[in-house]
């Protein structure tokens, strides 16, 4: 599982560091004035389809029963649902799209009611949507494809798909701009296209697996009606947290012009760790829980669960301390050019802490999710998340005056912090989260170390800037510094206290490198206990 997880954040980091740089020119060139409000709202809009069809609902249902037909009977069985998914995908998709295309004003109306307010504003919102809706369709076919290379344990393809979303959206930006209204359209034409490319090689990924799909008559075979009855709950019980950003937009559009930027931004940093982490964590061990469960390996299902928590809280906790305590000086640095000046940095950066504190939850949703749908249980994730969507909508209309910008991420990080603890409970109840000796007393060190980190970063950031306050060339410098300060601090804690042992993964990395021609798979690196 290890090798898999590694795997897939090395690809997603690739991809969050294109982001950035995508990001930075995005800031440079509009800030957080109107153009940029509008696009970071029609481009929510396809990503969060996508997130709901494609990476949650779709994935919860389809990677189960992909990796389950392919062990018990075969890859030609496997590969026959695939096509019929893949079918039925596409012609409802389809369909969706062109109704969005032609009700967007109205789409519009409810995703981002407080435009309504600016005629401008909310025409180019629509107009910039109806660019980027395609991106939907395309890439929802592109995660039914990916999750047939991970059903195949093969997982480079579709986390390195991302990272030609960021290619095509610089080139849109650098190259594309001067030829089109603004830069919005430039970056909405960069999206949709690159919906294309991703589609093309993951096709080519699954054929080059020995697992090439092409595309029948859409029909509603048995599977296919079992696969829809269990992705239907999924819509919301596997994506809450995207429903809940959802409506952190509808109430950022009824807060002060620039907050959905401000917003986007801060949301930018924080899906680092979610991405590298979280993603990778969640992708891997959806279809090894899976196998385990189908083949009746109930111990070791449960020693998976507590190994991917290990392995996502050892970096999400100092990843989460770290943004809290270093938010400013990483907007200032990473966006404050061009648009977007000082005060932009220091009110996202406010926004930053608030998604800092919910973080940890958000990861372990990744983690704690798959251990229900390796079982085909998509209803417990549902009703769990209703009840999320409705405390989050309450926080949000809380806290949306009196903390403004921080409130809706502040909203969401308290409604997955619930969230996470309910579908723990839930896994404890049935047995299926039992937190072994190793988990018990390596959480707390983790704790212990992250906390180190944090108040080394703390006495340190504010000293190293002003030491190069107004050079702004060397803000990357102390930057990059103030990193290495906080990663050296956490890793030699974490391995004097015991949270971890640096040799473990040493020689792990060791044998990845000597099997890494054999295609032989790595296992879990072993505790010290075992």
């Known amino acids: 599982m290890l090798k898999s997880v590694m795997t897939v954040g090395g690809w997603t980091m690739a991809s969050r560091i294109l982001g ?96 309504s307010a600016d005629p401008a504003k909310f025409a180019l919102a629509v107009d910039l949507a109806r660019i980027t809706f395609p991106y939907l369709m395309l890439i929802c ?131 680092l760790p979610l991405g590298v982490i979280g993603t990778a964590v969640g992708t891997a061990i959806l279809p090894l829980l899976s196998r385990q469960v189908r083949g009746g390996e109930a111990a ?15 970096l999400t906790l100092p990843a989460a301390l770290a943004l809290a305590v270093s938010a400013f000086p990483i907007m200032l640095v990473l966006f404050g050019r061009g648009a977007f000046d000082v005060e932009s940095a220091r009110l996202s950066a406010q926004s930053l802490t608030a998604y800092a504190v919910g973080l940890p939850a958000v990861v372990l949703l990744k983690v704690l999710a798959p251990a229900f749908f390796a079982r085909g249980d998509t209803s417990t994730p549902v009703r769990i998340g209703m009840i999320t969507l409705a405390l989050n909508f309450v926080l949000n209309l809380a806290l949306m005056v009196p903390l403004q910008h921080i409130g809706p991420p502040l909203a969401t990080s308290l409604a997955a912090m619930f969230n996470m603890g309910a579908l723990a409970v839930m896994l404890i109840r049935r047995g299926f989260l039992v937190p072994d000796a190793a988990l018990r007393r390596r959480l707390p060190r983790m704790l212990i170390a992250a906390l180190a980190m944090a108040v080394t970063l703390w006495f340190t950031e504010d000293p190293l800037f002003e030491a190069i306050a107004g050079a702004r060339g060397l803000r990357v410098v102390a930057l990059a510094v103030l990193v290495g300060v906080g990663s050296g601090v956490y890793l030699l804690a974490a391995q004097l206290l015991g949270a971890i042992d640096l040799r473990d993964i040493l020689a792990l990395l060791r044998r990845r490198r000597l099997r890494r021609g054999g295609g032989s798979s790595i296992s879990p690196a072993p505790s010290p206990e075992t």
């Open 20 to 115: 950035f740089v995508r990001d930075m020119l995005m800031a440079a060139l509009i800030g957080t004035g109107p153009v940029a409000d509008a696009f970071f709202v029609a481009n929510k809009l396809p990503n969060l389809f996508r997130r709901l069809f494609g990476e949650g609902a779709f994935n919860a249902a389809f990677v189960p029963e992909f990796a389950g037909l392919l062990t018990a009977e075969g890859p030609a069985a496997a590969r026959q649902f695939a096509q019929e998914a893949m079918a039925v995908m596409a012609f409802w998709l389809g369909a969706l799209t062109i109704l969005g295309e032609i009700f967007m004003p109205q789409i519009m109306t409810v995703f981002a009611p407080g435009f």
């Open 141 to 271: 076919l592109a995660a039914l494809l990916s999750g047939v290379l991970n059903g195949l344990d093969k997982f480079a393809a579709a986390a390195g798909a991302p990272v030609l979303y960021n290619l095509f959206a610089i080139a849109a930006l650098v190259g594309l701009a001067p030829y089109v209204p603004t830069v919005g359209h430039a970056a909405a034409w960069g999206v949709s296209v690159s919906g294309v490319v991703q589609l093309a090689l993951l096709v080519w990924a699954v054929k080059r697996a020995g697992m090439p799909v092409r595309l029948p008559r859409p029909r509603l075979t048995p599977r296919m009606r079992l696969l829809l009855r269990r992705m239907a709950p999924g819509l919301v019980g596997a994506s809450a947290t995207q429903l809940n950003q959802a409506v952190d937009v509808i109430i950022a559009s009824l807060l002060p012009a620039g907050t959905v930027s401000l917003l986007y931004y801060a949301d930018r940093v924080q899906q």
């Open 300 to 314: 070791a299902a449960v020693g998976t669960l507590n190994r991917a928590i290990e392995y996502a809280l050892f």
